[in-house]
């Protein structure tokens, strides 16, 4: 089946840095998307973003399909974004969704 | 729109009984619901996909005795986790989207399941 790996695996930062965080994925897909899940365990859509670039904010995403890879930005950093970002894939003739490995961050003050 | 609400968040139970956790899409009709369990400083992993008026698919590993999925709406599908054990514990969170092909999938927030 499909392989998605994250890197780095942990991050740690200084509030009001930047960082990226990396998907990469082993096949081509339909469907990629951003997630962040705060301490409670839910679920935030950050970006719906099957290929291009999008921004949200402090926040940002490209996704280069047929270089198989995905790079979510974080601006100016808040202890707020603190958590696990996952971002996860369904590849073509699929509907589910696989998960990548997931990215702890974690921001101090 | 496109809300994914379950129910309940939280179940503290004794080894042995089946607990019943629910999923709804609020806002839109979903043929296909999606369920996934999580363990702890673990990713998300599928069990199955859910799909209304018929019998769910289940992934590789999954018992599906265990864990029964009954869709018989287009706007609810539910996870029963029968004879629950304490391996059983862990964070089951669904999701469902209107078009499962060039739309997000949404999420519900999920459910912590505690097994003594």
């Known amino acids: 089946g499909i392989q998605v790996e994250q890197s780095p695996p942990d991050l740690i930062l200084q509030e009001g840095a930047n960082s990226t965080l990396r998907c990469n994925f082993s096949?081509?897909?339909?469907?990629l998307q951003w997630f962040h899940q705060n301490p409670w365990g839910q679920l935030i859509n950050l970006f719906y973003i099957p290929s291009g670039t999008k921004q949200n904010g402090r926040l940002s995403a490209t996704t280069v399909a047929t270089e198989r890879y995905s790079l979510l930005y974080i601006s100016s950093s808040q202890t707020t974004d603190s958590g696990v970002y996952f971002c996860a894939v369904s590849y073509t003739g699929f509907q589910k969704l696989v998960f990548g490995t997931g990215t702890r961050l974690l921001v101090s003050p | 729109g496109a809300v994914v609400s379950q129910h309940p968040s939280w179940v503290i139970c004794k080894s042995g009984t089946s607990v019943k956790i629910e999923c709804r899409s609020l806002?839109?009709?979903?043929?296909?619901m999606f369920w996934y369990r999580q363990f702890p400083k673990q990713s998300l992993m599928l069990m199955a996909t859910?799909?209304?008026?018929?019998?769910?698919?289940?992934e590789q590993g999954v018992e599906k005795d265990k864990f029964l999925i009954n869709h018989a709406s287009l706007t609810l599908s539910t996870l029963t986790v029968t004879s629950a054990h304490p391996e059983d514990s862990s964070f089951y969170i669904c999701s469902a989207n209107i078009d499962l092909l060039t739309q997000p999938q949404h999420f519900g927030d999920g459910t912590r399941l505690s097994i003594l």
């Open positions: 096949d081509s897909v339909n469907n």
């Open positions: 806002d839109f009709q979903a043929t296909t």
């Open positions: 859910s799909n209304e008026g018929s019998k769910a698919t289940y």
